[in-house]
C-alpha cells in the first residue's frame, strides 16, 4: 500500500489517497483520536471519481463517530482497465431498464458475479493492509455499494462484524443461497420507489440474508433519494455493533 | 377530565391516572419541565391493565426526550363494557388464526371497524382535554396500538402532526382508502415473522399511506420482539417532527 496524496478535510478529518497494486483508493481517518478507530468499508457502484463527493460525505459522517473509513475502486470502472465482458452486460441492462422489460437472469449473472469474483478478494487485500496501519482497529464494517459484493464479503471475511447493505435486487441467483451465509447484524437500505431495482426481488434478498439480528429501511423516494437521517442511523448501526 | 392518582416514576416522571367521562386513562408528564412538553398519545390494544407495563416504560422513554405521554383505554376493552359485535368477532378471529386459515374480509371488518369508529372520537375528545392542561403543548404525535385506529387518527385529526404505526395486517379495506388521505411524516414498524399478521397486508398497507415522508423499519422477529432500539428511533422521529 502506496499513499499518494494527504489532505485535511474541514481540519476533523485526514484523507489520503493510495494504490494498492495498482488499484487506487481512499482513506479518510478522524483528525483527533487516542484508541485505534474502527473502519467502514466504503462500498461504491464504481468509479471513485464520480462517487467522490457522496463518498467524502459518508466518510465525514463515519469520522464524525469516530470511525475510519475506506474504499478502493472496483474492476473494471474508474482509471481501471475495462472489462468487456462486464461492459456488454452493463449495456444489455441498461438496454432492458429503458425498454421497461424485466431483467433476466442471464444478464445479471453476466454482470455481476465476474465482478463480485474479482472485487472481493481485493476488498479482503485492502482490510488486510488497512489493518497494520497505525491508529485503525478492528472491528470492520462494510458500508453500502454494489449489493451482490457487499453480500458475498459479510458471508466470506470474518473480519467484518456488521453491514449495512442497499437494497439492490440486481443480484444473481447463486448470491441468495450466499446470503443465507451471513450472520453478521445487518441495516439494509430500501428506496420504495426505486427506479432501478425492483421492489420484490429487495424484499427475498432480505429475507433470504442468514443473520439472526436484521433490520430493513424503507424510505419513499427513488434510487438517490436516501433521506439524511438515515446516515444518522447508519452511524448508530454500526456504534452499537462495532463498539 | 378528573384526576383519580398521582405518583413519581424514578422522581423524573409523574404519572396520573384520570377519567374522562368514564373512560381511563394515563398521563405521564416529565418531572422537570420549562416549556410546554410535546405530546404523544400511546396506542395499544385494548386493556390497560394488562398493557401497564409496556405503555409505562414506553412513557418513560417519551419523558427522557421531554415529551409528555398519554393513553385512554379502548371501546369494550379493560374494565369498560363489553361490546357483543366486537367479542363474537374477535373469537372468529381467533378460531381463523388457530387453524391456519387466511382471515376474510368480513371479519376484520367486524371487528375493526365498529373499534375505530368508536375509539377515534374518544381519542379526539381526550386530546382537547389534555391540551387545555399546563405543562402540555402541541404538536401531537400517535404512536402505536390497532393499526387501524392510528390510521384513522392519522388521518382525521389536524393536531397530530407525525405517527408512528404498528404494521398489522388486521386492516379493513376500507380503511387502506382513508390510508391515502394520511399526510403526515410517519414511521411503520413491522415485525418480519409477526404471526398474528400477514406480511404482504402490512407491505400494502405501508405503500397505500398518502405521507409523502414516511420510512419502514422492519425487523425479524415475532409480533412481541421489536428491538430496544426502536425506541430510540421513535424518539428521534418524534424529536424531528415534533420540536
Known amino acids: ?16 489517497e493510495f494504490l494498492l497494486d495498482e488499484i487506487p483508493g481512499i482513506l479518510w481517518t478522524p483528525a483527533a483520536v487516542s484508541a485505534p478507530a474502527p473502519l467502514i468499508l466504503l462500498g461504491h457502484p464504481g468509479g471513485l471519481r464520480t462517487m ?26 474508474g482509471d481501471r482497465p475495462r472489462i468487456a465482458a462486464a461492459d456488454h452486460a452493463r449495456a444489455d441492462l441498461r438496454r432492458a431498464l429503458e425498454a421497461g422489460e424485466p431483467v433476466d437472469d442471464d444478464i445479471v449473472d453476466r454482470l455481476v458475479l465476474p465482478l463480485v469474483d474479482a472485487a472481493v478478494p ?42 449495512l447493505l442497499y437494497a439492490g435486487s440486481v443480484v444473481p441467483r447463486a448470491l441468495l443461497e450466499e446470503a443465507r451465509q451471513v450472520t453478521v447484524p445487518l441495516l439494509m437500505l430500501l428506496q420504495w420507489d ?22 430493513l429501511h424503507a424510505n419513499l423516494g427513488g434510487h438517490t433519494g436516501v433521506p439524511q437521517f438515515e ?11 462495532l463498539r
Chains 1, 2 share one sequence.
Request: with cysteine.
Open 52 to 77: 467522490y463527493p457522496r463518498l467524502a460525505a459518508r466518510a465525514r459522517h463515519c469520522a464524525a463517530e469516530g470511525f475510519a473509513a475506506a474504499t478502493v475502486e472496483l474492476p473494471g470502472c
Open 122 to 163: 481485493e476488498w479482503r487485500a485492502a482490510l488486510d493492509a488497512l489493518l497494520r496501519l497505525p491508529g485503525i482497529g478492528g472491528p470492520v464494517g462494510h458500508a453500502g455499494g454494489v449489493t451482490a459484493v457487499g453480500v458475498r464479503l459479510a458471508a466470506v471475511e470474518p473480519r467484518i462484524s456488521a453491514a
Open 231 to 241: 446516515g444518522d442511523d447508519a452511524n448508530r448501526f454500526f456504534a452499537r455493533h
Open 1 to 16: 500500500m502506496r499513499f499518494t496524496s494527504e489532505q485535511h478535510l474541514d481540519h476533523d478529518v485526514v484523507e489520503r
Open 194 to 215: 426505486d427506479e432501478g431495482n425492483d421492489r420484490q426481488r429487495a424484499l427475498d434478498l432480505f429475507d433470504a440474508l442468514g443473520s439472526a439480528e436484521k433490520t
